[in-house]
């Protein structure tokens, strides 16, 4: 089963629309964290933001927000007043802990991604 | 600190040639994981390593990929014999947890290898 679905494979608003970006996880640790990542058409993978299974705050960077809410395991972002340059492809992530009588690690796991296309 | 280095950025080879991709961590990360991109299957996680040590490889995809980490600050991951289908871009990531905080993954620039 896939651990981090996003359901929207391609996304195409009009500049200085504001757009959501789904993504909803699945696991059963107490402890997680999760994060969001953009993969512009350069190919880089640009960190945004993190957060952890205990935090539940909303967060606000410019023109980004966070939406996290453990009751119905999704972590949605949306930008305000899409721009151009933020058109790119962009992950969401869930990294778990875990322990097995052999092993202790922390996975990384990333969803399929989602293409936003911010038309001028 | 000049980010997590990976080489070649480019390999070309033909179909049954042994392909090897380097990475260099971060300086003072002891998790390093190397992933598969591809338009089909997206991000794939293919192994990592905790403090040089194998970890999970379950999303290796067959025995004719291999990886190794000798040392903190070297990984390899091998393809022997390679096949068109592993044309994808590879890229690795490292992270760490000082005071017992999670960070994010850094990711290298990735390489993109083609099998013709």
């Known amino acids: 089963a896939q651990k981090v679905t996003q359901a929207q494979t391609e996304i195409s608003v009009v500049e200085k629309e504001d757009v959501t970006l789904d993504c909803v996880y699945e696991?059963?640790?107490?402890?997680?964290?999760l994060f969001w990542y953009k993969q512009p058409p350069s190919g880089e993978l640009v960190f945004l933001i993190r957060?952890?299974?205990?935090?539940?705050q909303n967060e606000i960077s410019g023109r980004y927000s966070w939406n996290f809410q453990k009751s119905t395991s999704s972590f949605n972002f949306t930008i305000t007043a899409s721009q151009v340059v933020d058109s790119a492809v962009y992950f969401c992530?869930?990294?778990?802990?875990?322990?097995?009588?052999?092993?202790?690690?922390?996975?990384?796991?990333f969803g399929p991604g989602t293409r936003l296309s911010v038309l001028p | 600190d000049a980010g997590v280095i990976q080489s070649p950025r480019h390999e070309v080879t033909e179909m049954g040639q042994e392909v090897t991709l380097r990475c260099k961590p971060i300086s003072g990360h002891d998790y390093l994981f190397w992933y598969r991109q591809t338009m089909m299957r997206g991000l794939e996680l293919l192994i990592y390593?905790?403090?040089?040590?194998?970890?999970?490889d379950s999303g290796m995809p067959e025995d004719r990929f291999s990886a190794k980490m000798p040392n903190a600050s070297f990984s390899t991951l091998k393809i022997q014999p390679s096949e068109p289908r592993d044309s994808a871009v590879y890229f690795c990531?490292?992270?760490?947890?000082?005071?017992?905080?999670?960070?994010?993954?850094?990711f290298g620039q990735g390489t993109r290898l083609t099998v013709v």
């Open positions: 990531a490292s992270r760490t947890f000082p005071d017992g905080s999670n960070t994010e993954a850094f």
């Open positions: 957060r952890n299974s205990f935090d539940e």
């Open positions: 992530a869930l990294s778990e802990i875990f322990t097995t009588r052999d092993n202790y690690g922390q996975n990384f796991v």
């Open positions: 390593f905790n403090n040089n040590v194998p970890i999970d």
């Open positions: 696991t059963r640790d107490t402890t997680y964290y």
